[in-house]
T-cell receptor
């Protein structure tokens, strides 16, 4: 498996523009997570899906942020309109199971999308 | 509020020595504690998971301890190598949030 695939790797956009980040989880994983990483706040969980259904979006900072998972192999995180304070690295991660970790495995992260809003 | 603390200062050690990183937490009763490695420009990579009823877990040169009384985990890398240089993140799961929450990480630099 190629792992969790995110695109684009880098995105530079102007304030006010719409930004869409994409993620393909590992085949067979039924949980998907979107995290944001900044120097000041570290890794923050934005939203997670279980079996394509959004379970908890309490980490989404504002209504400008939205996420979808139309099928088991694809998810998007959209920011509209974007603002300079949204600049960060956005990671997508997937796992076999959300809560149990009974298999002894953690999350598999993608390489991230570095977003810069100017 | 729940808090996870890792030493924000970089840890510099000599090759061959044992590196020990600390993760402390407050106002939290995690069911699982995990350690991840993150290299510059890459996503975190899962290393080890330890459950609340386990005291210690080993994997090759890595060892993790979990003391729920002290609310602390120690992460050890024995016979460290320059290739071990990276940021190491502690993450906790459980309690009321049912989310995997990360610490801010500690940068380890192993000098040849």
């Amino acid at each position: 498996d190629a792992g969790v695939i995110q695109s684009p790797r880098h995105e530079v956009t102007e304030m006010g523009q719409e930004v869409t980040l994409r993620c393909k989880p590992i085949s067979g994983h039924n949980s998907l997570f979107w995290y944001r990483q900044t120097m000041m706040r570290g890794l923050e969980l934005l939203i997670y899906f279980n079996n394509n259904v959004p379970i908890d979006d309490s980490g989404m900072p504002e209504d400008r942020f939205s996420a979808k998972m139309p099928n088991a192999s694809f998810s998007t995180l959209k920011i509209q309109p974007s603002e300079p304070r949204d600049s960060a690295v956005y990671f997508c991660a997937s796992s076999l199971e959300r809560a149990g970790f009974t298999s002894g495995y953690g999350y598999t992260f993608g390489s991230g999308t570095r977003l810069t809003v100017v | 509020s729940q808090k996870i603390e890792q030493n924000s200062e970089a840890l510099n050690i000599q090759e061959g020595k044992t590196a020990t990183l600390t993760c402390n937490y407050t106002n939290y009763s995690p069911a699982y504690l995990q350690w991840y490695r993150q290299d510059p420009g890459r996503g975190p990579v899962f290393l080890l998971l330890i459950r609340e009823n386990e005291k210690e877990k080993r994997k090759e040169r890595l060892k993790v301890t979990f003391d729920t009384t002290l609310k602390q985990s120690l992460f050890h890398i024995t016979a460290s190598q320059p290739a071990d240089s990276a940021t190491y993140l502690c993450a906790l799961y459980g309690g009321a949030t049912n989310k995997l929450i990360f610490g801010t990480g500690t940068l380890l630099a192993v000098q040849p």
